[in-house]
């Protein structure tokens, strides 16, 4: 059974940046052939998919957040990583990580329980 | 992006009925479309992927439909436990995977 579980800080002041890991078990994250990715959820409002990343390094991201948004894949601590860097008050929301189906398929099977992070100072 | 416009926004019904809840997408996304039901305070769970296909343990009572730019999410006949929101979302990475609005579905 594959689990995701998100850990970083619930707290971060205005301008600074946010990282967040998930943590995979059960599965190996080098094992390839998934997308290994964020989604994050305003309070109260819908689903914004942020992006995604992959063991061999590669990344893509949402176009609104590619300034601001990094993607990472550690095989050694079977973990990926987010880093939004500048954040404000609308980076304010759950923060999910997520992996996909197998063979190129973006829809994504298995959640983390999310991560609630608030921008204030 | 392909912008993707589910309706109702809300919709209320019994337990036993059938319903059916609609995504429209902006233009044409061929069968790459997925739906997801999320309860309040937990993560989205996968009920249809293809546009069609049931991942393994979701109750039959699920059915997806549609191609091109008209998909349906049909729940055949309503169970308690199946009142929460569902969202529809496309699966094609370029330039942006996104999301519908979301339908909240509540017991009459």
């Known amino acids: 059974q594959v689990l995701l579980q998100e850990s970083g800080p619930g707290l971060v002041n205005p301008s600074q940046t946010l990282s967040l890991s998930c943590t995979v078990s059960?599965?190996?994250?080098?094992?390839?052939?998934?997308?290994w990715t964020w989604l994050r959820q305003q309070p109260g409002k819908g689903l914004e998919w942020m992006g995604y990343?992959?063991?061999?390094?590669?990344?893509y991201y949402n176009p609104s957040l590619q300034s601001r948004l990094s993607i990472s894949v550690d095989g050694s601590k079977n973990q990926f990583s987010l880093r939004l860097i500048s954040v404000t008050a609308a980076d304010t929301a759950v923060y999910y990580c997520?992996?996909?189906?197998?063979?190129?398929?973006?829809?994504?099977?298995?959640w983390g329980q999310g991560k609630m992070v608030s921008v204030s100072s | 992006d392909i912008q993707l416009t589910q309706s109702p926004s809300f919709l209320s019904a019994s337990v036993g009925d059938r319903v059916t809840i609609t995504c429209r997408a902006s233009?044409?996304?061929?069968?790459?479309l997925a739906w997801y039901q999320q309860k309040p305070g937990k993560a989205p769970k996968l009920l249809i992927y293809a546009a069609s296909t049931l991942p393994r343990g979701v109750p039959s009572r699920f059915s997806g439909s549609g191609s091109g730019t008209e998909f349906t999410l049909t729940i055949s006949s309503l169970q308690p436990e199946d009142f929460a929101t569902y969202y529809c979302?496309?699966?094609?990475?370029?330039?942006?995977?996104?999301f519908g609005q979301g339908t909240r579905l509540e017991i009459k």
């Open positions: 233009q044409v996304i061929s069968n790459y």
């Open positions: 990343g992959f063991y061999s390094g590669a990344s």
């Open positions: 979302q496309q699966l094609n990475s370029y330039p942006s995977i996104t």
């Open positions: 997520a992996k996909s189906l197998p063979g190129g398929v973006h829809a994504f099977d298995i």
């Open positions: 059960g599965d190996s994250i080098s094992s390839g052939g998934y997308y």
